[in-house]
């Protein structure tokens, strides 16, 4: 069976979760740790090299202050619980998106995160958190115009591939499967430059009740899917 290499998954549902048990929001997110716990180790079985979650976006500054503050909380004690779990497992934790707007305190726990998994190579996992797809392809081009600026590069050069090597993931293998949880049909501003030619796979299943049989089903649909990258499907066919 295909397994795909990258995997991305939009965890929609926490708030929805919790309200179905009369529980506070918080209660959904601080759930959601589970999931994401059953989707690391099912990507570490299955062999994936890279898996990135959507955490925070840019526009979920605008919820409530209680709800973000219950998030900032939530992120604080999970790199406290969860970095040296990660770091035995061989997995390389990295943050994606403007971390400038998080508090002091936060920043320096990503970063240290982030320093003491860094050598880890058997899976990927990035969180992105403060992210929009639209602010990865402008931070691209504003250090694309500062390379230029300084003569590191010609505006003439600059192409889908010079201009994707700024993006946030470059150094990874190209987005396969997006995974949307919790019954909506749409990517919210994420990974949009990195979707152009990913597979789409949506279910109705909240994020905290998420599990590696989801995972296993999504890749397993995934691996029934034919790519053709703009070609027909005889040309697919010859070519494998």
């Not at 992120?75 to 994606?96: N, P």
């Not at 749409?186 to 279910?203: D, G, H, I, K, M």
């Amino acid at each position: 069976m295909t397994i795909p290499r990258h995997i991305a998954i939009v965890m929609d549902g926490n708030g929805r979760w919790a309200k179905a048990r009369l529980r506070p929001r918080s209660f959904g997110h601080n759930a959601g740790r589970k999931a994401v716990r059953e989707v690391v180790e099912g990507c570490l079985r299955q062999g994936v090299e890279a898996l990135t979650l959507f955490a925070f976006s840019s526009e979920n500054w605008r919820r409530p202050d209680e709800e973000v503050g219950a998030l900032m909380e939530l992120f604080l004690r999970a790199l406290d619980k969860e970095v040296d779990e990660l770091h035995e497992q061989g997995v390389r934790l990295r943050f994606i998106g403007d971390l400038s707007a998080f508090h002091a305190e936060l920043r320096q726990r990503m970063e240290l995160a982030m320093a003491r998994t860094a050598d880890n190579l058997k899976l990927a996992l990035n969180i992105a958190v403060n992210y929009g797809g639209r602010w990865d392809i402008v931070h691209a081009a504003r250090q694309a115009a500062i390379a230029v600026a300084q003569g590191e590069l010609r505006v003439e050069d600059i192409d889908e591939a010079c201009l994707g090597g700024y993006t946030s993931l470059a150094e990874l293998p190209p987005l396969d499967l997006f995974i949307r949880t919790g019954g909506e049909v749409r990517v919210s501003n994420f990974l949009l430059w990195q979707l152009a030619y990913a597979e789409l796979y949506f279910t109705d299943t909240l994020w905290p009740d998420f599990d590696q049989a989801c995972l296993a089903r999504a890749i397993e649909d995934f691996a029934h899917r034919e790519r053709r990258y703009g070609k027909t499907g005889e040309q697919v066919a010859r070519s494998v």
